[in-house]
């Protein structure tokens, strides 16, 4: 083999070994971040409950904004676990965004809706609105009809319609828990700066559901399902908690985040052109308060927790991750300027940086890491030094990040109460390493190329539905 060849695969396997340092270098920081602020979450919420807040403060009344496009699956059981919320002062505005299967339908005749005139409250540009209904079951059920405009479009209708001083953007295959609307709130109640917060998702597949409640939570029986269980404590324990413990939260989900209406609808509403609305939100309003030099707080609280359904096919979760990787480069490269600029502080300098670099344009990166290192090996051109500090940083390194988010959901949510859950984390935490990461990295890869194609929409997704409890 030519000296050019090796050299060159010598050049990629040392960048590859700086990536993995310097992308697991900033989760074991944020790790440790993390765990610092859920100690202190944990003794702030032992010291008052979120119930005693709102007794002393008020509780500020809430919209919960739906989305549902061909939900038919799921829309119903995702309803009623809304009607059973334990917070004291909120409605419901679900916006069937043209769909074309039987949503619209299961809900009329499930919650027995009717026309109903309601007034808007902003004008944001939407697709038409059909036509507004109200339950006579429920008073606080609200259906908003209207033309395909997609998620955005559908939030922003919501938007329009919404009464109240905040709002929460949930997903229509989502179910909340019964005490999530109240803690994702305490960020308001503690810091009236406070212009958004999101709440944990955990995946639902494996969960029973009864009645809009969860009331059996087990590790999905499907192996992919398993596999993203292990990626979402990951996600949210370790990366958004730790970001959100320095003030630089970039990112809330938008299967469920509460926002202060008037500063999104200053800001513009949800952006209609990228499939990352919810992160692009996030960013502008960064962006927007930090030109008008207005005080505030974006915050994620760990303990307020939304379910919601993952893909269980390789063909749907690569679609989903092309998708959230098309949503982070929109997301990020329309907001260009604030990169590495003092005046956007941490998220200029800190943030921005490691999720444009790390994140956005990393799996190209690692993708021909691992091929480079691979033919490394196989043509006996890797020492064992580099074999070692490889797997270190690499496998090692990764495994404990991952282990460490599961030892932080078993000393703060505990929502897998068997210990063979835990064992299984553990165990997944070695063997996504191993096949899982290698394919995760090609599906963001491809989302890149999506990204610079051009390629628009969200791509077709197939539901199960929840697993429902048998009845008697």
């Known amino acids: 083999m030519g000296p050019l060849i090796q050299d060159a695969l010598a050049t990629i396997n040392n960048l590859i070994l700086a990536y993995f340092v310097a992308l697991n270098g900033v989760y074991l920081l944020t790790s440790l971040f993390a765990f610092g602020a859920l100690r202190k979450f944990a003794y702030r919420s032992s010291a008052m409950e979120v119930q005693d807040m709102l007794r002393i403060g008020g509780a500020p009344p809430i919209t919960l904004l739906v989305p549902a496009y061909n939900e038919q699956e799921t829309c119903v059981e995702s309803v009623r676990s809304l009607l059973t919320l334990t917070y004291p002062d909120y409605e419901i505005l679900v916006v069937n965004d043209g769909s074309r299967d039987r949503t619209l339908d299961r809900l009329v005749e499930t919650f027995e809706l009717e026309p109903a005139p309601r007034v808007p409250t902003a004008s944001l540009a939407t697709a038409p609105v059909r036509g507004l209904y109200r339950s006579r079951r429920n008073a606080l059920l ?132 990228t499939v990352g609305e919810d992160m692009e939100l996030v960013v502008r309003l960064h962006r927007h308060c930090m030109d008008r030099r207005m005080p505030y707080r974006i915050s994620f609280v760990p303990d307020p927790i939304a379910w919601t359904e993952c893909p269980e096919r390789f063909r749907d979760l690569g679609r989903q991750r092309n998708r959230w990787q098309r949503g982070l480069l929109e997301s990020l490269l329309g907001h260009l300027g604030m990169l590495g600029r003092p005046r956007y502080g941490r998220i200029g300098l800190l943030a921005f940086p490691y999720f444009l670099f790390l994140e956005g344009f990393g799996p190209l990166i690692e993708s021909v890491g691992y091929a480079s290192f691979a033919a490394s090996v196989a043509l006996g051109l890797a020492s064992l030094e580099y074999v070692f500090a490889f797997l270190m940083v690499a496998v090692v390194l990764g495994t404990a990040l991952s282990v460490a988010s599961v030892a932080m959901e078993e000393l703060t949510i505990r929502r897998y109460k068997r210990f063979s859950d835990l064992w299984i984390l553990f165990g997944l935490a070695f063997v996504e390493n191993f096949g899982y990461r290698q394919i995760s990295s090609l599906w963001r890869w491809l989302g890149v190329l999506s990204y610079v194609a051009g390629a628009k929409g969200w791509g077709k997704m197939s539901r199960k539905g929840f697993q429902r409890k048998a009845s008697p």
């Open 142 to 273: 609200w259906v908003i009809d209207k033309e395909n405009g997609g998620k955005a479009d559908a939030l922003n209708a919501g938007i329009n319609y919404c009464r109240t001083a905040l709002f929460c953007a949930v997903d229509a295959d989502s179910l909340l828990e019964r005490g999530a609307l109240s803690r994702v709130v305490r960020p308001f109640l503690e810091d009236s700066r406070t212009v958004a917060a999101g709440g944990i998702i955990r995946i639902i597949n494996g969960c029973t559901v009864e009645a809009g409640l969860v009331t059996d939570v087990r590790l999905p029986r499907n192996g992919l399902a398993l596999l993203q269980a292990l990626e979402y404590l990951r996600a949210f324990l370790s990366a958004r908690m730790g970001w959100s413990a320095i003030n630089a939260t970039l990112v809330i989900s938008g299967a469920f985040g509460l926002f202060r209406r008037s500063t999104v609808v200053e800001a513009g509403g949800y952006s209609t052109r």
